[in-house]
């Protein structure tokens, strides 16, 4: 196959490597990875995968190495790429669930550091080397900064005074006696794009269609479909109780002994289907039927 019609895409190794892969299986890509290799199988002519770490998926992608690639914004603004790359789409999803991923300035509970300016002459371990220079540049202070090469929250206060980290919840900060004093910005991950890859008509177009399928998937990830049978009589209170994304599909059923009966079919949210199947069986729903969905795209 000629590289016109092969698109370079990068998948993210490490803590976001398994729910990527679970995400493109319900996108419609069945992406293979073998623990010792980093070119994942993809049941697709047209991809060619490989493995790398997040954080230096931006350059790759900015540099034309990766047509396109999946990556924090976190790690996109630690390399200094956000004009360099194109962003394609915004993928809200994290290792530890579908929520953003916050990057925060904390430090140990018994400290007085109250803000930026209270750093000054102090010491910093993060990942976010740039960023958190940038940062303190930004309010005039002065402070070491150093890469932390892990276990970023053990550090503080034995070996450094603050640390810049990131956290979904914050539970691992809290276990370690550690206070937020600021939320730097909150982190998605990205499907980003080199610009060149983008000004070729079938590329962009494969990697708009990859975005489609791929929000599509997450956006079904908190919805579950609801098929039911209702007498025509209690339509209108099925309807009253029946959330949906816009109005219930409704299709009449053969009547039988003189009644109408119709189904209904409606996408809701997971967290209501608990207390909504019982209402709806109690205003005259019957042969209520949950299933899954691996995508919805609006």
Not at 234 to 250: G, K, M, S
Request: net charge negative; proline share 5%.
């Amino acid at each position: 196959m000629s590289d016109e019609r092969l698109l370079r895409i990068g998948l993210p190794k490490g803590s976001l490597q398994e729910a990527t892969v679970e995400i493109f299986r319900k996108a419609g890509w069945r992406v293979n990875v073998d623990p010792r290799g980093y070119h994942p199988d993809v049941d697709d002519p047209e991809l060619w995968c490989m493995l790398l770490r997040a954080q230096e998926m931006a350059l790759y992608v900015a540099e034309g190495v990766l047509d396109c690639g999946l990556t924090g914004l976190d790690w996109i603004r630690e390399q200094g790429c956000e004009d360099r790359v194109e962003m394609v789409a915004d993928l809200v999803y994290a290792k530890g669930g579908m929520r953003p991923y916050r990057w925060v300035l904390a430090v140990h509970e018994s400290s007085d550091v109250q803000g930026w300016e209270d750093l000054q002459g102090r010491r910093i371990a993060t990942e976010l080397v740039n960023v958190t220079r940038g940062i303190l540049a930004q309010h005039g202070v002065e402070a070491h900064v150093e890469y932390s090469w892990g276990a970023t929250e053990a550090k503080c206060p034995a070996l450094v005074d603050a640390i810049v980290e990131g956290t979904e919840t914050g539970s691992t900060l809290r276990a370690n006696n550690l206070r937020i004093v600021e939320v730097l910005f909150e982190s998605t991950t990205k499907l980003i794009a080199n610009p060149k890859a983008m000004r070729d008509p079938w590329k962009r177009s494969k990697i708009e269609n990859i975005a489609l399928l791929l929000q599509g998937a997450l956006a079904a990830e908190d919805r579950v479909g609801l098929k039911m049978n209702v007498e025509e009589a209690n339509l209108p209170c099925v309807i009253e109780v029946l959330p949906a994304l816009r109005r219930p599909t409704i299709s009449p059923l053969a009547s039988t002994n003189g009644e109408e009966w119709v189904a209904v079919e409606a996408i809701v949210s997971k967290t209501e289907v608990r207390e909504l199947i019982p209402r709806l069986k109690a205003v005259g729903a019957e042969g209520i039927i949950e299933y899954p969905l691996n995508k919805l795209v609006p």
